[in-house]
């Protein structure tokens, strides 16, 4: 990555029928497909970045170009869901059509240990970026990433009328989230949209959450760099879907007429157990031999199993899920097996 610094104060020509997107949480495993989907739409998109002492662009690494280039699409700004005035400075100088708000502290195991903080920055984010919105007068399209965990305790399968039953200090946030959106396209006619999204996985999703956590260790169990991984309860059912085909689903979101409330889901449901099983199963391993309980990663409340059901969305943006859980799996073991290079080896050596 070349001059990053100089890339939060980058002269932007503002000119041309060209849509400008702002994103923020454009380094996380969604910012960074959505980006992508942006630009190659020919979107101008200005992603939100948190200082960090290390570089975290590693995701949009390939996007991004110097920002005196002529032809960069891609800017970054320095900001942090804490800081409200520094959003309303920067909608002003951005003035986006269309603004996808998915920077949080999204970790739910997380949640428990850092429950101010995620309430400051999953839930007020939402509300200082709404403001920020209110105070700039920008007529933008504004898009909310909300979550199936908001359901929590409801029983599947679970719809756009379900009631939600949080779970976890994340989900709290995350219905607050969704409501003051809500709220505010009620009380001041704001295109806004809560995209309620079920879990959904690829090579890019974070190493701590529970698919990666599996995909990863059978490379470095194969590559003799781990030799055992510990987990938790292995029994949660998720509907696991394919992250870039939902980013495309926020999208079609905010070119709808009208704005409103989707559930994003595949409407299959997989046990933890489930995971391992087709993961190591791939690879010709048993993963009862490498698999060990810690009780640190139970959760001091869980959510059993989400089973999503997406068909507002199927009529109203003709969206569908396509990847199918075992080509989900397939997906994340063959990236963690490239990148430890192994992919062609053990794969040749498994059909053989
Ligand atoms: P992720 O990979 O954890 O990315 C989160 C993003 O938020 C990162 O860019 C992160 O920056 C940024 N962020 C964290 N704290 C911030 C702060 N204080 N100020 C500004 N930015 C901050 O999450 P994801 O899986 O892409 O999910 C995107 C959004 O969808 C999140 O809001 C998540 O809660 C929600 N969601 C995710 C799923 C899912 O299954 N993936 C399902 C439903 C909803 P750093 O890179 O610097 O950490
Ligand atoms: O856990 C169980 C764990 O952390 C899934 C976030 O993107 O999706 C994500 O939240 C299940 C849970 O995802 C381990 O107890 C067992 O039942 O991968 P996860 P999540 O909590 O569902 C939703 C939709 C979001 O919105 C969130 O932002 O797996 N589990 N053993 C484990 N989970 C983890 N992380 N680590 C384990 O060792």
């Given amino acids: ?43 101008e998109v200005h992603g939100l970045i948190r200082r960090s002492s290390s570089f975290n662009t590693e995701r949009i690494e390939t996007l991004y170009q110097d920002p005196h280039l002529e032809g960069t699409r891609l800017f970054l700004h320095y900001g942090d869901m804490s800081d409200g005035s520094m959003l309303a400075r920067l909608l002003t100088r951005v003035q986006p059509h269309e603004i996808y708000h998915l920077g949080a502290q999204s970790h739910v195991r997380v949640s428990f240990d850092m429950p101010e903080y995620t309430a400051d920055v999953t839930g007020i984010g939402t509300l200082r970026l709404l403001e920020a919105i209110r105070e700039t007068e920008i007529p933008v399209r504004f898009y909310q990433a909300g979550s199936s965990e908001m359901f929590g305790a409801a029983p599947p399968p679970q719809s756009e009328r379900t009631p939600f039953y949080p779970r976890s200090p994340y989900a709290a946030a995350k219905v607050y989230s969704h409501w003051i959106t809500v709220n505010y396209r009620e009380s001041y006619g704001l295109f806004a949209c ?94 009862q031999s490498h698999v060990e309980i810690d009780p640190k990663y139970y959760r001091p409340a869980e959510v059993d199993v989400l089973l999503g059901d997406a068909s507002k969305a199927r009529d109203a943006l003709g969206w569908v899920p396509k990847t199918k859980f075992k080509d989900l799996v397939r997906i994340m073991v063959e990236a963690d097996l490239e990148a430890v290079g192994l992919r062609d080896k053990v794969l040749q050596g498994v059909s053989n």
């Fill in 194 to 287: 809560n995209g309620i999204l079920f879990n959904h996985e690829s090579p890019r999703r974070g190493q701590t959450f529970v698919t990666r956590k599996i995909s990863r260790a059978v490379a470095n169990i194969l590559s003799g760099r781990q030799e055992k991984l510990y987990l938790g309860n292995l029994d949660a059912k998720r509907d696991w879907g394919y992250a870039p085909e939902f980013v495309e689903a926020m999208w079609l979101m905010l070119q709808h007429d009208e704005p409103g409330d989707y559930v994003i889901a595949t409407g299959e449901t997989h046990s933890v157990r489930e995971f391992l099983d087709e993961a190591f199963g791939l690879v010709g391993l048993d993963w």
């Fill in 1 to 43: 990555m070349s001059d990053r610094e100089g890339s939060t104060n980058a002269a932007v020509n503002f000119d041309g029928p060209t849509k400008r997107a702002f994103v923020t949480g454009v380094t996380g495993q969604d910012g960074s497909y959505l980006a992508e989907l942006l630009l190659s739409k020919g979107y």
